[in-house]
């Protein structure tokens, strides 16, 4: 049944908006937008070095993210350059250099738009295996280390204070973002990937009375945007990854509606947060 | 005090926590230095001080959140910690209830959250979203948080910020009370004079370095603590009764009950946990050590 190119996309993305939800809610939470959009823009380089040195694409980008996101840490701790300006120093010279390189791999034949903005076409029965196979990891990993490191969310501080090791989960919390934006890459394409983490958790926050509440309606939203996103690609023959960022936004709008007020009475018992009058 | 004394009684038992002449330097300037704590099973000790005499800075290096960059600090192994840090800002993004906070950095028994919660007056908030708190609920569901973990040690920064004033002695007889119960150690600080001085077994006195330290009593008669606080400070003296049982002379040695005679009194000695005064000019200050 996965002949089918667009089933096999479905099944892909939807593993993909159910890893990415989670995650995307600590982005949120931590305010990390930017940070995020540094790895994904990280990540054609991990593309260029795939062709070069011939090993796994999403072996290789996971690789680049990984050193990325040490590398920054490196530079914040050294404090020369505030985080935003470090961040976007890194964020536009990664994706330059990966550009550059590409066009110096005039041997390599590439669809650099299917990179930038997703390919649904390119979805193997191979990277669903890895998707799902790397989703589950992240995915427990997560549920292993998510007190501390919503703990550490809430305030690092208290987090050490009361024994939790916060500096530990934010560093698995750093491997879990280079895995996760090596998985999407061939979905949401390099450019969006930020988009796919945050969009379905800001929709999720106006549903949500809870952070685990937030973390399952953020997969879910990311899902609906993956189905509602791959059928209008097929529909209107657009970009994959700028069609699921789009139908994400759709539901994040629907969320502001008199629909969302409704839905939000549905799924808190307090009667939409409140409850101190 | 009978626990505290206790507690000092059976000096084997190690403390929960011990800082020896610890100091935090940053960005070019030492935030404290030369602080010597100790706070032990069933102890409240209290540490006061003007803003940026590095009160928080000290509980966070007894608390580990913050490594000495000389001296050192120390922790019982095991030791479980409760803490209501002086300022927790909870973003907007964050749905977090209460009763989510309560079990913030670990799981409560059955029970544990709303009875911690009955005791700081806020059991009714236990749905409410932390965000719509106002300051004095959210310190309350703070404490509530730290001391439902039945901590071997609470450090509390501030923990009454924000409340009411008849509130305020309330949570503070409920601090007491936590320690009888507990049995735990309390690593208080405190901008309320009165109360330091009323619920405190001992007191530091902090202005970038120690000032000053002992019994509450002792410690309001001292010079030192006179000139930081001033005139509030007499008002507090007037509350305590004093016991003397050694003297600074005016050399800096000190001149003890039993009539010996030290070069210094230092807090683990033993002599300040009865209470002392400080003659005139000759308070326990070591400005000239750090200056």
Redo the contacts between chains.
Sequence with gaps: MLDDFFLRALVAGVGVALVAGPLGCFI??R?LAYFGDTLSHAALLGVALAFLLEVNITLSVFAVCLAISILLMGLQRRGSLSSDALLGLLAHSALALGLVCLAFLSWVRIDLMGFLFGDILAVSVFDIAVIYAGGAAVLAVLAFIW?PL??A???R????????NPDAANAVFMLLMATVIALSMKIVGVLLITALLIIPA?AA?RL????E??AVYAALIGALAVIGGLFGSLRFDTPSGPSIVVAALALFLLGMTPVGALLRRFTT??GG????R | MTLAAAARAGAGAPPLVRLENAGLYRDGRWLVRGVDLTVARGEIVTLIGPNGSGKSTSA?MA???ARPDEGAAHRAPG?????V?QK?A??W?????VD??MR???PLPAGAAHEALERTGVAH?V???VR??SGG?FQRALLARAIA?KPDLL?LDEPVQGVDFSGESALYELISAIRAELGCGILLISHDLHVVMSATDHVICLNGHVCCTGAPSAVAGSAAYQQLFGGRANAALAVYEHHHDHVHLADGRVRHADGSITDHCHPADGHHHHGHAHAEGAAETDEAGHA
């Excluded at chain 1, 501080?157 to 939790?164: D, K, P, S």
């Excluded at chain 2, 030791?79 to 803490?83: H, N, R, S, T, W």
């Design positions: 949120v939470w305010r007190r919503f703990a969310t809430v305030s501080e208290l987090a050490e204070a009361e024994g939790l800001a926050r949500a009375s809870g952070p509440q937030m018992p307090h947060g409140g409850g101190a | 966070k608390l580990g959140i030791l479980k910690v409760g803490y840090p927790l909870i973003d993004t964050l749905p977090l209830t989510r906070l913030l950095t670990g908030l749905g409410a979203e719509h708190l609920e973990r450090v």
